[in-house]
């Protein structure tokens, strides 16, 4: 598979919010006001990256030739979990704003099946260590342009005139179906 191809697919095609429903928690929660979704689909997009280096590094260069692929969820796990840590004293430090209006979603980061997910479908598809961090970019890419869409639709959706019974949560999922429905038109596109 070409590099493009990987990037593409992942970003669009098999969106993980979109297309296999992974990481909902915070694509629902951090898309109210687009500075807020871009600030997290970065802090994702640094996350899933730098994940997939360091997961695929430990997979293909210490977990297959000891024999033990078997510990590659507990050790992906723990991989994400320290970058997530990281992420989080950056952003204190240096952008407090940031961070106080991402707040508990920050640390969901580390249980965001997403991140988890893209690990293990870069060890399930074989992909070496360069298609994997390729891999990683394009689905990071996917949820950065998914909740960014999200989070505009929702600042419009605050002064338009909705039905009462569709105010609040029942018109976020609405919204995020009907998303979910357009992404599906990638999965058409043939290379």
């Not at 704003?97 to 293990?120: D, E, H, Q």
């Amino acid at each position: 598979m070409s590099i493009f191809t990987i990037l593409f697919t992942a970003a669009l095609v098999n969106n993980f919010v979109l297309s296999q429903f992974m990481g909902i928690c915070p694509f629902l929660g951090v898309s109210k006001k687009v500075e807020t979704a871009a600030g997290m689909g970065g802090a994702v997009l640094f996350v899933i990256t730098i994940a997939s280096l360091c997961t695929s590094l430990l997979y293909n260069y210490l977990l297959v030739p000891f024999e033990l692929e078997y510990l590659n969820t507990i050790v992906f796990i723990l991989v994400i979990a320290a970058l997530v840590q990281f992420v989080e004293m950056v952003l204190k430090k240096k952008m407090p704003a940031l961070y106080k209006s991402l707040g508990v979603y920050l640390p969901l980061i580390t249980t965001n099946c997403a991140v988890l997910g893209v690990a293990l479908l870069s060890v399930q598809n074989e992909y070496n260590v360069l298609e994997s961090v390729i891999n990683g970019i394009g689905a990071s890419i996917g949820f950065l342009i998914a909740i960014v869409l999200m989070a505009g639709i929702r600042e419009k959706l605050e002064n338009s005139n909705i039905p009462e019974v569709f105010k609040g949560t029942p018109i976020v999922l609405i919204t995020a179906g009907l998303m979910a429905i357009a992404f599906c038109g990638f999965g058409g596109v043939g290379f």
